[in-house]
T-cell receptor, first 116, second 113 residues
Framework: AQKVTQAQTEISVVEKEDVTLDCVYE???????LFWYKQPPSGELVFLIR??????QNEISGRYSWNFQKSTSSFNFTITASQVVDSAVYFC?????????????FGKGTTLSVSS | DTAVSQTPKYLVTQMGNDKSIKCEQN?????MYWYKQDSKKFLKIMFS???????INETVPNRFSPKSPDKAHLNLHINSLELGDSAVYFC????????????FGSGTRLTVV
């Protein structure tokens, strides 16, 4: 069975601190896809990144970076020099098959609060 | 131009009523979805359609019925609304190849009183 665990329910940091959001997944498939989404207070779901199971290269996009480690089934997300605008709920998600209609299985989310 | 649009954004209704939420996407995607986000922010899939064909029908009460008149639209009709149906409902769409991720609508906050 597939499962995504985000053990950190809430994290509070002060602006300019670095913060890492953890994501651990379970799947029996050898091919799968991992995602991160951001849900700001306005409520929309914003796509951040997709990672294939066969591509373990880490990725950096501005202040955001992602660390994918198959050995520990983790796909962690780090925000460097956090800003107040980073305050949001962040969701990690997993898809086991690359075909039409496949569900994204979401973790329960981590609420990040960045104070000035 | 909104890629995935849902209407209405807010819906307040009484128990027992029937209501519909509309969803349209202009991305040319083949696949559309309905997700429910509960009060604890947990997101769970309800339905997915590919080219108007039902692919996923999770264990939801049969009071919920999706309807896809064409591949750009996926509406959600709910009969005999109950208090527990209060949630945010998200529509989403994707290419047939899911690896590009979903594009979500802005959500419909349903409150049943």
């Amino acid at each position: 069975a597939q499962k995504v665990t985000q053990a950190q329910t809430e994290i509070s940091v002060v602006e300019k601190e670095d913060v890492t959001l953890d994501c651990v997944y379970e799947t029996r498939d050898t091919t799968y896809y991992l995602f991160w989404y951001k849900q700001p207070p306005s409520g929309e779901l914003v796509f951040l990144i997709r990672r294939n199971s066969f591509d373990e290269q880490n990725e950096i996009s501005g202040r955001y970076s992602w660390n994918f480690q198959k050995s520990t089934s983790s796909f962690n997300f780090t925000i460097t020099a956090s800003q107040v605008v980073d305050s949001a709920v962040y969701f990690c998600a997993l898809s086991e098959a690359d075909q039409a209609g496949t569900a994204l299985i979401f973790g329960k989310g981590t609420t990040l609060s960045v104070s000035s | 131009d909104t890629a995935v649009s849902q209407t209405p954004k807010y819906l307040v209704t009484q128990m027992g009523n029937d209501k519909s939420i509309k969803c349209e996407q202009n991305l040319g995607h083949d696949t559309m979805y309905w997700y429910k986000q509960d009060s604890k922010k947990f997101l769970k899939i309800m339905f997915s359609y590919n080219n108007k064909e039902l692919i996923i029908n999770e264990t939801v009460p049969n009071r919920f019925s999706p309807k896809s008149p064409d591949k750009a639209h996926l509406n959600l009709h709910i009969n005999s609304l109950e208090l527990g149906d209060s949630a945010v409902y998200f529509c989403a769409s994707s290419h047939r190849i899911l690896s590009y991720g979903y594009t979500f609508g802005s959500g419909t906050r349903l409150t049943v009183v």
